[in-house]
């Protein structure tokens, strides 16, 4: 099975800054692109960033220079660095991996399945004074 978890969630200020990460577990074979997205209270969910596995990068316009997302390869592990929160960034925030799973076969040979989305659980973000 493969779970993403979130943290790094929590209260801060108006102009504080806060560090996700989404930590990818279980038997993954392959992570491609990675992304944060987030839906505050009563809004539909909107893509902030996404990232492919060589670094390339994605940003909602209205983010960009705020926020800066990234990945360890290595740890399976996307962050998401936001700096100059506003009250407005507030939502919950949802880490979105597409990831080919190693599935285990009775001869114990690694087989890699299709890629598909998996999505964490979410962390809350409130940004007020």
């Known amino acids: 099975q493969v779970q993403l978890v979130e943290s790094g969630g929590g209260l801060v200020q108006p102009g504080g800054s806060l560090r996700l990460s989404c930590a990818a577990s279980g038997r993954i074979f392959s992570i491609y692109a990675m992304g944060w997205y987030r839906q505050a209270p009563g809004k539909q969910r909107e893509l902030v960033a996404t990232i492919t596995n060589g670094g390339t990068t994605n940003y909602a316009d209205s983010l960009k220079g705020r926020f800066t997302i990234s990945r360890d390869n290595a740890k399976n592990t996307g962050y998401l660095q936001m700096n100059s929160l506003k009250p407005e960034d507030t939502a919950v925030y949802y880490c979105?991996?597409?990831?080919?799973?190693?599935?285990?076969?009775?001869?114990?040979?690694?087989?890699?399945?299709?890629?598909?989305?998996?999505w964490g659980q979410g962390t809350q973000v409130t940004v007020s004074s």
């Open positions: 979105n991996a597409e990831i080919s799973k190693c599935d285990i076969t009775i001869q114990a040979i690694c087989v890699k399945t299709p890629m598909r989305d998996y």
